[in-house]
């Protein structure tokens, strides 16, 4: 792991190493395929998430990001090495590890609000409440007006918010992300950024978040990870020196230091 | 939209052309009318039929019977090649068990094993109703499992992750994916009975449409054929158009995913 200048103005940056861990992967490898088609996807990968962290994995497309997700996921088994995620070790889908999707993947067939509902649904929980709670989560992600209407007559960036409010009303532990505004448009991608930091700033929950954009990783992140190379590998894993509780996204844009460490980034990218 | 009423005017016209064909050629004598009854006669038929029925039962109690028949094919059909078809979409090793008994049965013509089914079921209506089953299953069967086979597998990620077990992600992700499938099976199918169902009245029938047709044929009334056609040919839409508009109201997010 090579050491960045993003360490530099470490000051800045809050302390998470007291949260509990959630996730800890240690030494994973990943290979798919087998004989001639093998081919290893990650190598010797070494990571955690702990309580209140917003951790943004940067890299190139094909570094391996989105199979690292869907390790902890639980919708690949790691080749070598461990995958430990709230305590267990056994690869499998759960409803304390929400997945937003870079498609918003909603059900076609059942309205936003429905939509909302199905984690809870599918716990059990009782109709009265779920609905609650379904249409409490349709209204943080700004979708009151829209909760009785079919995916298909949203726009893209409805979609994505209408996705983010499925995952919030299952109240997972953590929130894996994979590239969720990466298909959206400029302007639609920075009011998603800006609402997903005041989303999360209210609630604090562990958020696992997979970008190609630097930008987003620095406006978003407590930790930015830079993920690398072919066999993707850990390049940088350093706590982001821009975070802030008070400032918005743009004013975040607008301080000195932002410029630099954005330049420091997409080298460390580019020799990732 | 005005092209779109254009081409209405376009079917219209084509129906119309046709229809002044076919008065024109009886009323020219260019054909036979033994052969090729006028509209009039047909019309004529038509009325006769309705009024006193054919054969001795009325013309509701044919269309009846067929549809009937029809009904209950498509029904156990329905029951049947869903689930089947979701599992074997679902799991490799029902597939292998089920595909190649469905495989071998689906090409054949169905009057070939029509034979065997009066030899088993004897001549009733059961097997007129397993024939038609028949001919309605594999496509229903083929249909919801290409159906399965579409549905994008993060979609059943995502509801695992969102704390849904392997069954209830069936129940609940799997079978709601397939419906825009299961109805177009269903449109398919609806065309592979109605096709069949000529055949599965021709042997020892005393109703049906499609026994009035055979029947008709064999005393040379054109005529009565000709209703007997045109009756199943309008049936038939208005059936496929049942089907759209269930498809239409049940499943509207259908190809705007």
């Known amino acids: 792991m090579r050491a960045i200048g993003l360490t530099e103005s470490y000051d800045a940056s809050p302390s998470t190493e007291d949260g509990e861990r959630l996730v800890s992967i240690e030494e994973v490898s990943l290979v798919y395929g087998r004989g001639k088609k093998e081919k290893e996807v990650l190598r010797n990968v070494s990571l955690e998430l702990r309580e209140r962290e917003f951790v943004c994995v940067l890299g190139a497309s094909g570094c391996g990001k989105t199979s690292l997700l869907r390790l902890i996921a639980g919708y690949e088994q790691p080749s070598s090495g461990r995958v430990r995620v709230l305590g267990r070790e056994k690869a499998e889908p759960r409803p304390e590890v929400g997945v937003v999707f870079q498609h918003a993947n909603l059900f076609p067939w059942l309205s936003i609000r429905r939509n909302a509902e199905f984690g809870l649904r599918m716990q059990g929980v009782g109709r009265a409440e779920r609905r609650e709670r379904a249409e409490e989560a349709v209204r943080r992600v700004g979708l009151g007006d829209a909760e009785d209407k079919l995916p298909f007559e949203l726009s893209g960036g409805m979609k994505q918010r209408a996705a983010i409010a499925r995952t919030l009303a299952a109240s997972p532990r953590i929130i894996l992300m994979d590239e969720p505004f990466g298909a959206l448009d400029a302007i639609t991608r920075e009011n998603l950024q800006q609402q997903l930091r005041r989303l999360w700033l209210a609630s604090r929950q562990a958020i696992f978040f997979i970008t190609h954009d630097v930008d987003e990783a620095l406006l978003l992140a407590t930790r930015v990870v830079v993920l690398g190379g072919s066999p993707g590998s850990v390049a940088v894993d350093a706590p982001n020196p821009l975070y802030s509780e008070e400032e918005s996204t743009a004013e975040l844009r607008k301080r000195q230091e932002y410029g630099k460490l954005r330049e420091q980034l997409v080298e460390s990218l580019k020799h990732a | ?257």
């Open chain 2, 1 to 257: 939209m005005r092209i779109r009423s254009w081409n209405g005017w376009l079917s219209l016209l084509s129906v119309f052309l046709l229809l002044s064909l076919w008065w024109l050629s009886t009323a020219l004598n260019w054909v036979n009318p033994l052969f090729v009854p006028s509209p009039q006669k047909v019309w004529g038929a038509f009325v006769d039929i309705c009024r006193e029925g054919y054969k001795g039962s009325p013309l509701a109690s044919h269309i009846g019977e067929s549809l009937k028949r029809l009904a209950l094919a498509f029904f156990l059909a329905i029951v049947t090649a869903i689930p089947l078809g979701l599992a074997s979409g679902y799991s490799p090793k029902v597939r292998a068990l089920i595909d190649p008994l469905i495989e071998f049965y689906r090409p054949l013509p169905p009057l070939a094993y029509y034979t065997l089914l009066v030899l088993w079921l004897g001549i009733g209506d059961a097997s007129k109703i397993a024939l038609l089953f028949l001919a309605a299953f594999a496509p229903l069967y083929i249909a919801v499992v290409a159906g399965v086979a579409r549905i994008p597998r993060d979609r059943i990620l995502a509801a695992r992750s969102l704390g849904a077990s392997r069954g209830k992600a069936f129940l609940y992700v799997i079978f709601p994916s397939c419906l825009p499938d299961i109805f177009t099976g269903i449109r398919t199918a609806m065309g592979m009975t109605y096709t069949t169902l000529v055949a599965a009245e021709m042997v020892a029938a005393v109703s049906g449409m499609g026994w009035m047709v055979l029947d008709a044929s064999k005393f040379l009334r054109s005529d009565v054929i000709f209703v007997g056609i045109l009756l199943m040919g309008l049936i038939a839409v208005l059936l496929d158009l049942l089907v759209r508009w269930l498809a239409k109201t049940q499943v509207p997010w259908n190809g705007k995913e």
